[in-house]
């Protein structure tokens, strides 16, 4: 299996969960959209990326690393607070880890690459972290 292009980025947001589509009615039709929520997240991780990766997107099979990094609570304990930081206990709670990943992937589609289609492997990780972030990293394998 031969790379041919590899994207490493680290976005400076909270990811944010795809949360069920809202749907409204519009005449006899029935429009379906994204919580305001979730759109501003998928808007704003496509400008970041978009700022930091200034190529054309990728067009071949991917393999897809990603690193859901999100802050710890300030109610727990110091010496909790530096076992979750340290990923001895690492994020177990809600948001569940498929849904973060459906919120990129989407937001990410048209600026890493054209399609999620394209990912042909995934792996994807939540930790804590002192600052919320998103690490991304894209191998190509083959290009069409």
């Not at 909270?14 to 808007?43: L, N, T």
């Not at 989407?106 to 042909?120: E, K, P, S």
């Given at each position: 299996?031969?790379?041919?292009?590899?994207?490493?980025?680290?976005?400076?947001?909270?990811?944010?969960?795809?949360?069920?589509?809202?749907?409204?009615?519009?005449?006899?039709?029935?429009?379906?959209?994204?919580?305001?929520?979730?759109?501003?997240?998928?808007?704003?991780?496509?400008?970041?990326?978009?700022?930091?990766?200034?190529?054309?997107?990728?067009?071949?099979?991917?393999?897809v690393d990603l690193?859901?990094?999100?802050?710890?609570?300030?109610?727990?304990?110091?010496?909790?607070?530096?076992?979750?930081?340290?990923?001895?206990?690492?994020?177990?709670?809600?948001?569940?880890?498929?849904?973060?990943?459906?919120?990129?992937?989407?937001?990410?589609?048209?600026?890493?690459?054209?399609?999620?289609?394209?990912?042909?492997?995934?792996?994807?990780?939540?930790?804590?972290?002192?600052?919320?972030?998103?690490?991304?990293?894209?191998?190509?394998?083959?290009?069409?």
């Open positions: 299996m031969e790379k041919l292009k590899e994207i490493d980025l680290t976005l400076p947001i909270e990811p944010i969960q795809q949360i069920r589509p809202r749907a409204r009615r519009m005449g006899k039709s029935i429009s379906m959209y994204d919580p305001k929520k979730v759109k501003d997240y998928k808007k704003m991780l496509a400008k970041i990326a978009s700022d930091k990766y200034l190529h054309e997107p990728l067009k071949g099979e991917l393999i690193t859901f990094a999100r802050a710890v609570q300030k109610s727990v304990t110091k010496s909790e607070r530096l076992k979750r930081l340290s990923n001895a206990h690492r994020p177990r709670m809600k948001p569940d880890v498929d849904n973060y990943i459906k919120s990129t992937l989407d937001g990410l589609n048209g600026v890493l690459w054209n399609d999620d289609a394209q990912i042909v492997d995934l792996n994807a990780h939540k930790v804590y972290d002192v600052i919320p972030h998103v690490d991304i990293r894209v191998v190509e394998i083959a290009d069409y």
